[in-house]
């Protein structure tokens, strides 16, 4: 019997800091939980060469959506081919998530949203109605909202519904 409430689980790989970075994470999000933790058994020790009985895998819900955090090693990193992208109804949540994920990452990552979270991991924090506004059929206000927004590293939903809507 499965606990995973997804069907589709991103699995992110880790050097040695699953149980680190999911309990992180759990910690981040006000709608979030650890689920299970799997270890290393003896068996094919010789392939992935981890201790018996460290950690492996750790299942963690983040608002609804599964994930599973692996201590596969250093053989990858993460890096901006795949990121995550949460959006957010308010500031507050764009502050709230901004603050927290950013905290101890790549100050450098941080433009138009996006940001490097201190496991390496890209995040984009963006107004749940940024969709919408860049395939307006309005280009004109697609141009401004881009304008702004590039202008940006933390999003800001006042000002780039403004430059959206000319104001």
Request: proline share 5%; hydrophobic share 40%.
């Amino acid at each position: 019997m499965s606990t995973v409430s997804s069907r589709i689980q991103p699995c992110l790989w880790f050097d040695q800091q699953a149980e680190e970075a999911a309990r992180f994470y759990v910690g981040v999000f006000r709608n979030a939980k650890l689920g299970l933790i799997a270890y290393y058994p003896e068996a094919g020790r010789d392939e992935h060469g981890k201790e018996p009985g460290s950690v492996m895998t750790v299942s963690f819900e983040l608002d609804g959506q599964s994930f599973l955090a692996l201590n596969g090693g250093p053989h990858f990193k993460f890096n901006e081919a795949v990121s995550l992208i949460l959006l957010c109804d308010t500031q507050e949540e764009i502050d709230h998530y901004w603050n927290a994920l950013s905290q101890g990452g790549d100050p450098a990552a941080q433009q138009c949203g996006w940001l490097k979270d201190k496991y390496g991991l890209s995040w984009q924090i963006t107004p749940a109605g940024y969709e919408e506004m860049i395939v307006s059929p309005d280009r004109a206000a697609v141009e401004r909202y881009m304008a702004a927004m590039m202008k940006m590293k933390k999003l800001e939903i006042a000002p780039l519904l403004a430059a959206f809507e000319g104001r």
